[in-house]
């Protein structure tokens, strides 16, 4: 199969990236040409259409049996579990996310396909620059998912320079999105605000109100990730990007909802999810991304809230609310 006619299996297919990034993969390259795939069962009335299978990413010949019976010949491994998740079931974290990895790079490296792999800003630590933090320092993370985030960009590193593996990865902020809810992670308080307070007009906020962390909305994540996809690999410096959107508190999160539809009444009762937040930077450099490969978010944080405000007040809201955020753990 052509670079210009790919066969594509997204793993972890029913999270939050995943849900979004098919719909437009399929737009892109038909419906058939993306196999979706995730250890779990999609939901009744989830609105995926087209082929669908069922893969533990860390059964590594079902993985291969998948590439080969389909020739795939590019594979988006989005399964992971998140970093608050993580903290409570490390050694589980560190299997699905570096083993499941190393699977998808070996068979890559068989079969010579290309992949795409997410980062986290989670790679970095305490000791990286609090703001507009840049492409290349010190990462020392603190949290078991950053650990393995930094394991994985480095297991990429060796498979590209060993193995000439086609391996691409973006450093994803908190993603903010209406369709499928983020499930375990730190950022996850910037999609709950939303549901909650279309529902209950409050909400019980898990960091401190100025908790200042990067964000990057949903489409222009999609948008990114496709755009580093597409682009010639002569011109890619690195194998993994910085990328982000902008950065907010809750607090000023909440000010943003307020002034765009009704007072929001937000409290904050700050968990162990505190400490992962505060071991982040809060801002990101992305300036790598936008010299090599002409990254540019289109989504401030009145933009998004705005999107965010439109998609949930629809009909789906009341679907969504129905949705347990603690079942979405498998994936980003
Ligand atoms: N959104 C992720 C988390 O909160 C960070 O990459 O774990």
């Given at each position: ?252 999160l909440a000010g943003a909802i307020s002034q765009q539809f009704a007072p929001v009444n937000i409290t904050y009762a700050p968990d162990h999810r505190q400490r992962i937040a505060d071991s982040w930077p809060k801002s990101i450099d992305d300036r790598a991304a936008q010299e090599d490969w002409n990254w540019q978010p289109h989504f401030d944080l009145d933009a998004m809230t705005a999107e965010m ?24």
């Amino acid at each position: 199969m052509s670079k210009a006619n790919p066969v594509i299996l997204v793993t972890g297919a029913l999270g939050q990236l995943g849900t979004e990034l098919i719909k437009t993969l399929r737009a892109y390259h038909g419906t058939e040409r993306v196999i979706a795939a995730d250890v779990r069962t999609p939901q009744p009335g989830c609105d995926f259409e087209g082929p669908f299978l069922h893969l533990n990413v860390l059964d590594k010949e079902a993985l291969q049996d998948i590439v080969l019976g389909h020739g795939v010949t590019e594979i988006y491994h989005l399964a992971a579990l998140l970093s608050a998740r993580g903290e409570a079931e490390p050694l589980m974290a560190w299997n699905l996310n570096v083993d499941s990895l190393l699977n998808v790079l070996e068979v890559a490296r068989q079969f010579n396909l290309r992949v795409f792999w997410p980062s986290s800003i989670a790679v970095f630590g305490p000791n990286a620059p609090r703001y507009k933090c840049p492409q290349e320092t010190i990462l020392t993370p603190t949290t078991i998912y950053g650990i393995s985030k930094s394991t994985g960009e480095q297991l990429c590193q060796w498979y590209k320079i060993k193995y000439g593996v086609d391996v691409r990865s973006l450093r994803y902020p908190g993603l903010i999105s209406s369709s499928a809810a983020p499930g375990g992670g730190t950022t996850d308080y910037a999609v709950e605000i939303f549901h909650e307070v279309l529902k209950n007009g409050s909400y019980e906020c898990f960091l401190d109100a100025d908790t200042n962390l990067p964000m990057l909305y949903m489409d222009d994540a999609v948008r990114g990730t496709i755009q580093l996809m597409q682009t010639q690999k002569e011109q890619l410096r690195y194998v993994a990007y910085n990328i982000t959107g902008t950065s907010f508190t809750p607090k000023q999160l909440a000010g943003a909802i307020s002034q765009q539809f009704a007072p929001v009444n937000i409290t904050y009762a700050p968990d162990h999810r505190q400490r992962i937040a505060d071991s982040w930077p809060k801002s990101i450099d992305d300036r790598a991304a936008q010299e090599d490969w002409n990254w540019q978010p289109h989504f401030d944080l009145d933009a998004m809230t705005a999107e965010m405000l439109k998609n949930l007040k629809g009909d789906r809201f009341s679907q969504l609310e129905t949705e347990s955020y603690a079942d979405a753990i498998y994936s980003l």
